[in-house]
């Protein structure tokens, strides 16, 4: 079992940079693939980012393509969104999830474990 605590939310301008970091429990972190999803007032939630356990490849939605950037450090149980030229429409809560030895995937059922989120406004 694993618990995750978010953190590094915030407001920020149109065009700038946040950085959001995951903190897991845990003494087999190396083995969950991580995600991050985002839900919107008044919308669903939608998938961000994930990456995988074993080989560290990564996948974007499509909206965060070039301008997010997931990566982990399984020496410090941290997984990390790097956002960058963020929009109004990034204005959400961000969750991390992890999911035990299995891929990384883009469906939130997938994912076991979340944490409780983290708010970023992005102002225009």
């Known amino acids: 079992q694993v618990q995750l605590v978010e953190s590094g939310g915030g407001l920020v301008q149109a065009g700038g940079s946040l950085t959001l970091s995951c903190a897991a429990s845990g003494r087999t972190f190396s083995r969950y693939a991580m995600g991050w999803f985002r839900q919107a007032p008044g919308k669903e939630r939608e998938f961000v980012a994930a990456i995988s356990w074993s080989d560290d490849s990564t996948y974007y939605g499509d909206s965060m393509k070039g301008r997010f950037t997931i990566s982990r450090d399984n020496a410090k149980n941290t997984v990390s969104l790097q956002m960058n030229s963020l929009k109004p429409e990034d204005t959400a809560v961000y969750y991390c999830?992890?999911?035990?030895?299995?891929?990384?995937?883009?469906?939130?059922?997938?994912?076991?474990?979340w944490g409780q989120g983290t708010q970023v406004s992005v102002s225009s």
């Open positions: 999830a992890a999911r035990y030895y299995s891929g990384p995937s883009y469906i939130q059922s997938d994912y076991a474990y």
